[in-house]
């Protein structure tokens, strides 16, 4: 395997590169240094390479279905055709894939963002967690829609990505405060509006996200606070229509305690689900839609035919 594309799989394990949109491009990136630089001879040997590069890109996040719809989809080009083309027409392929996808993925943040932007009321107070690109996006437009409004960012143990959030919004100009994870509840009532990310979004509509995700939507809930997750329809996971479980990563211990004492057990999921009872809506590239929809609408967008 090409040392870049290795770098790659090592920057998404370690979280060097983090968050749904970030870890479908750099794989997207790594598949076309793959076929960029393969010595394949023939049309099978390439498709075969190239199937094992994305195998091994998407097992670096296991709760990643925005980077394995996108890989696969680069791969079912080749799929196609493989009669027709020799080895570089065929690596030319995945190339252009992945720089138009990463374009349309740009132009669907934009839409995205305008339609987030505008679900924030003036003078509100918006809870976040973890680090979404997606929602800081958002948070972004409103700033440049001229809405006064400030933010929580949860810090999300054991990795802080909540600091990245911070950071990066208090850097844009936004009135930003980083509080622990358990101070959930106390600012959930002085809230408006959350906003989080997505990893995932079942057919059932449920959303996979950060660990603390679904504590931070039952609170809501129960203070009537509208729960929106921002979600691209390409982070649809498609092996959830026949009933399979969106698998949650379990990372390592050692995040949570290093040099634990030996009889304390530890665990650390990454992700958990929220059902699609406590989401008010997802928005997405195509408007802000109920969770109901979300499964008709990225079906629609990743040409998934069920009944063929
Ligand atoms: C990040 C996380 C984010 C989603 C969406 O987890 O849960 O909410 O990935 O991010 P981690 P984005 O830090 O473990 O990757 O909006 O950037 O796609």
Same mark, same amino acid.
């Given at each position: 395997?090409?040392?870049?594309?290795?770098?790659?799989?090592?920057?998404? &394990?370690?979280?060097?590169?983090?968050? %749904?949109?970030?870890?479908?491009? *750099?794989?997207?990136?790594?598949?076309?240094?793959?076929?960029?630089?393969?010595? %394949?001879?023939?049309?099978?040997? +390439?498709?075969?390479?190239?199937?094992?590069?994305?195998?091994?890109?998407?097992?670096?996040?296991?709760? /990643?279905?925005?980077?394995?719809?996108?890989?696969?989809?680069?791969?079912?080009?080749?799929?196609?055709?493989?009669?027709?083309?020799?080895? !570089?027409?065929?690596?030319?392929?995945?190339?252009?894939?992945? /720089?138009?996808?990463?374009?349309?993925?740009?132009?669907?943040? &934009?839409?995205?963002?305008?339609?987030?932007?505008?679900?924030?009321?003036?003078?509100?107070?918006?809870?976040?967690?973890?680090?979404? !690109? #997606?929602?800081?996006?958002?948070?972004? /437009?409103?700033? =440049?829609?001229?809405?006064?409004?400030?933010?929580?960012?949860?810090?999300?143990?054991?990795?802080?990505? @909540?600091?990245?959030?911070?950071?990066?919004?208090?850097?844009?100009?936004?009135?930003?405060?980083?509080?622990? $994870?358990?101070?959930?509840?106390?600012?959930?009532?002085?809230?408006?509006?959350?906003?989080?990310?997505? $990893?995932?979004?079942?057919?059932? @509509?449920?959303?996979?996200?950060?660990? @603390?995700? %679904?504590?931070?939507?039952?609170?809501?809930?129960?203070?009537?606070?509208? +729960?929106?997750?921002? *979600? /691209?329809?390409? =982070?649809? !996971?498609?092996?959830?229509?026949?009933?399979?479980?969106?698998?949650?990563?379990?990372? $390592?211990?050692?995040?949570?305690?290093?040099?634990?004492?030996?009889?304390?057990?530890?665990?650390?999921?990454?992700?958990?689900? #929220?059902? %699609? &009872?406590?989401?008010?809506?997802?928005? #997405?590239?195509?408007?802000?839609?109920?969770?109901? !929809? +979300?499964?008709?609408? *990225?079906?629609?967008?990743?040409?998934? =035919?069920?009944?063929?």
């Amino acid at each position: 395997m090409h040392r870049d594309v290795k770098k790659i799989i090592g920057d998404i &394990k370690s979280l060097k590169i983090q968050g %749904a949109r970030n870890v479908a491009k *750099a794989a997207l990136g790594g598949l076309a240094i793959a076929a960029k630089n393969s010595k %394949a001879k023939t049309a099978s040997a +390439f498709y075969k390479e190239m199937r094992e590069t994305a195998d091994l890109l998407s097992l670096s996040r296991p709760t /990643e279905p925005m980077m394995r719809n996108l890989l696969d989809e680069g791969l079912h080009f080749i799929e196609q055709r493989m009669k027709q083309m020799d080895i !570089s027409g065929l690596a030319k392929l995945i190339v252009n894939h992945e /720089e138009e996808t990463v374009k349309k993925m740009d132009d669907d943040a &934009k839409h995205l963002a305008q339609y987030g932007a505008k679900l924030i009321p003036d003078n509100a107070l918006v809870l976040t967690h973890c680090h979404s !690109s #997606t929602s800081t996006k958002i948070l972004i /437009e409103a700033k =440049k829609m001229r809405k006064k409004f400030s933010v929580v960012a949860f810090e999300t143990r054991p990795r802080y990505q @909540g600091r990245v959030t911070a950071d990066e919004l208090a850097r844009t100009g936004i009135d930003v405060t980083l509080a622990v $994870d358990g101070a959930m509840h106390l600012f959930m009532k002085k809230a408006d509006i959350v906003i989080v990310g997505a $990893d995932s979004v079942t057919s059932r @509509g449920d959303l996979i996200n950060k660990i @603390g995700t %679904a504590t931070l939507a039952h609170i809501a809930k129960s203070n009537d606070v509208s +729960f929106y997750s921002a *979600a /691209e329809l390409s =982070k649809y !996971s498609p092996m959830t229509i026949f009933g399979t479980r969106e698998k949650i990563e379990e990372r $390592d211990p050692k995040e949570v305690w290093d040099r634990a004492p030996k009889k304390v057990k530890i665990r650390n999921p990454a992700f958990e689900a #929220t059902s %699609a &009872k406590y989401i008010n809506g997802y928005i #997405t590239e195509i408007g802000v839609i109920p969770p109901e !929809s +979300f499964f008709a609408m *990225a079906t629609q967008k990743l040409g998934i =035919k069920l009944y063929e």
